[in-house]
């Protein structure tokens, strides 16, 4: 049986799929399988594929969709396929950096088979400029907390997570066991962000490695390049099972965490007004406060006075702007 499955979708990527799956293999880690689910590509990605999975048999592995059911199912059905002890989801666009498989079979080795691992990742672009760098583009850090050290507080993993704000599954390296009976929403955008809370409530163990092992590529075409309505509905209803999970813990994860949860989904909140702020629709910021009211462990009130007792004036100037806004909004409908 393999330590390590990695699962890729594929769906009209083929400028990268090619260089995803070599960055992939170039450790030549044995024990490791590779799932790619061509998803009814129209670009030819799906020729590719098999070509590639042809190629690198039997350690890739092709599933196909009769039907594009999209990125939650793609990922669903290679979830049900996997065989590794450890999922790590890649998107097809995206890399794994030299090193970065060894380096994870290392960490397990010596930190005692975790339940998961987070790690760290840096943007891909063409051209990558020296703008870029100079925003910190090269390194970007999933979690706020203690790096190379086993740990095993919930609450402690829930906040470093949220204060960092990348709940993206790429960066999670978990237990295939983590995932039983947690899939992700079909048909739905930011579906990262609908399960990545739960997973991390699963761990009872984690260990955060402060080293970039993914490469993110940054392209127009790419899914979350440009807001629409849908998708801000989507993201506004990601984080509504958060307080339903946090009061479900016996004991209370704390103050602490459900702040940080609650301006994470401030945070949310203040994206999607924006977004609606610039489209003139009044409706849909009144739509938006109940949203945040539902989804945030706290009530808005007490996540400006939060942020403020923090000493974060601008963050509670911008969360209370907006909250000020909707609430007009919502007298005015």
Known sequence: MPWLSILIPVYNVRPYLAEC??????????????????????????????????????????????????????????????????????????????????????????????????CDFRTVREPFQLKHRLRGELHFR????????????????????FDRGHLHSWSKIARRELWEGLRFPVGRYFEDMATTPALLLRARSYVYMDHVWVGYRQRAGSILASNTVRKVDDMMAALAPVPALLAAQIPSLGAETDFAAGYYAAKTFVTAC?????????????QHLKSFEAMSPLAPAAIVAGCRARGWWWRALRVGYWLGRTMAASKAS
Request: charged share 25%.
């Open 21 to 118: 799956l070599a960055s992939v293999l170039q450790d030549g880690i044995e024990g490791v399988e590779v799932l790619m689910l061509e998803d009814c590509s129209t670009d030819g990605s799906d020729r590719l594929a098999a070509e590639l999975a042809a190629r690198h048999a039997p350690q890739v592995r092709l599933l196909r969709h009769a039907q594009n059911g999209g990125l939650s199912a793609a990922r669903n059905t290679m979830l049900d396929a996997a065989q590794g002890d450890y999922i790590w989801f890649l998107d097809s666009d995206d890399l794994l950096l030299p090193g970065s498989v060894r380096e994870l079979q290392a960490c397990l080795e010596r930190f005692q088979a975790p339940d998961l691992v987070l």
């Open 142 to 161: 999933t979690f706020a907390g203690p790096a190379r050290t086993r740990l095993s507080d919930r609450a402690a993993l829930l906040r470093g997570a």
């Open 274 to 286: 924006r977004f609606e702020g610039r489209r003139g629709d009044p409706t849909r910021l009144a």
